[in-house]
């Protein structure tokens, strides 16, 4: 799995099943009234830790290229460009360069065929526009299976591609530049 976008906190993902769901707060608050809040922080990974994810990555680390999983056992190899910067809820996050930043996961969770699953994060776009920017990939060498989020001016999509047919659209909320989102696709 690779991620990589404009900017953003924190990344969950959890063997889940349900429905899709795009939305603006997890909690219906005001994601930027949060930050630089350290209780905010606190709050919101207990959060997560009551959802019991079996990966959660929150970007923290003070130096370094490996991206601990706060969760299990899944760090992830901070790629390109590497910027720190505030991410929500008083937490810390990486800033994507939407050119070389990435962070790779390797093999892991690759839901296979209809496996269920959940995919979460908050995301701070400095730029929507006309361009297609990739938040979430992860295809098997073949192309056959795998599943991608991603966003353009007007839309913000995650789709699954199952025996190498991209299906099953989900469709969320328009981005807006500047302002953190919480995107979450079951």
């Known amino acids: 799995m690779t991620t990589r976008a ?8 959890a063997a889940a099943c349900g429905h899709v769901d795009f939305a603006t707060q997890r909690d219906g608050s005001s994601a930027d009234a949060h930050e630089g809040d350290g209780d905010a ?22 130096s370094g290229r490996t991206a601990l ?10 790629g390109g460009q590497l910027e720190r910067g505030a991410g929500v809820a008083g937490s810390a996050g990486l800033v994507f360069d939407g050119a070389t930043t990435r962070v790779e996961f ?22 929507v526009d006309d361009r297609v920017r990739f938040l979430i990939s992860r295809r ?9 989020l991603y966003y353009g001016k007007d839309f913000v999509l995650a789709s699954r591609t199952i025996a190498g047919v991209e299906q099953a659209y989900a469709a969320g909320p328009v981005l807006v530049a500047g302002r953190f989102t919480h995107v979450a696709a079951t």
């Open 69 to 78: 999983d706060s969760a299990g056992n899944n760090p992830g190899q901070i």
């Open 6 to 13: 404009a900017s953003w906190a924190i990344l969950t993902v």
């Open 41 to 62: 922080a606190a709050g919101y990974a207990a959060l997560i830790a009551t959802d019991r994810p079996i990966a959660y990555w929150k970007f923290d680390e003070a």
């Open 140 to 148: 098997t060498p073949t192309g056959a299976e795998g599943y991608t």
């Open 106 to 127: 390797g093999d892991a969770f690759p839901f296979a065929g209809a496996q269920p699953y959940t995919l979460e994060l908050w995301i701070k776009p400095r730029v």
